[in-house]
């Protein structure tokens, strides 16, 4: 495993975001397409979510997004962030605080 230095980690802005708006996307078996207000707007991100979670258990769930990342089209739908997950024998994982608190919330 390649080494990264803290400056390299500080450059990602990584945010608590609430999902408002979960669907499938047509022709992806794995895909959805996520509305999640990150704090200071509300971008569309796609997730290979489906198939592990069912899109209407995401809604109101507040998860980690990198918001600085690159956008990305993906299946026709413009991806404007990531939802950072674990990684369990090949399947997503989802990460939540473990407390209320606010999109747009900072992870450090």
């Given at each position: 495993?390649?080494?990264?230095e803290?400056?390299d980690?500080m450059k ?6 609430r999902?408002e708006?979960a ?6 078996d794995k895909?959805?397409?996520?509305t ?7 971008r ?8 592990i ?10 998860l980690?997004?990198v ?26 994982v ?6 209320e608190i ?7």
């Open positions: 495993m390649k080494t990264a803290f400056k980690f990602l802005d990584i945010k608590i975001g999902v708006e669907v499938p996307i047509e022709g992806a895909l959805l397409k996520l999640v207000d990150t704090g200071e707007d509300t569309t991100l796609v997730a290979g979510l489906a198939g979670y069912e899109p209407e258990e995401l809604i109101g769930k507040k980690p997004v918001v600085n990342l690159e956008s990305k089209e993906i299946m026709g739908t413009e991806s404007r962030g990531m939802i950072l997950a674990a990684d369990s024998g090949g399947e997503p989802l990460l939540e605080p473990d407390k606010p999109a747009g919330s900072r992870v450090r």
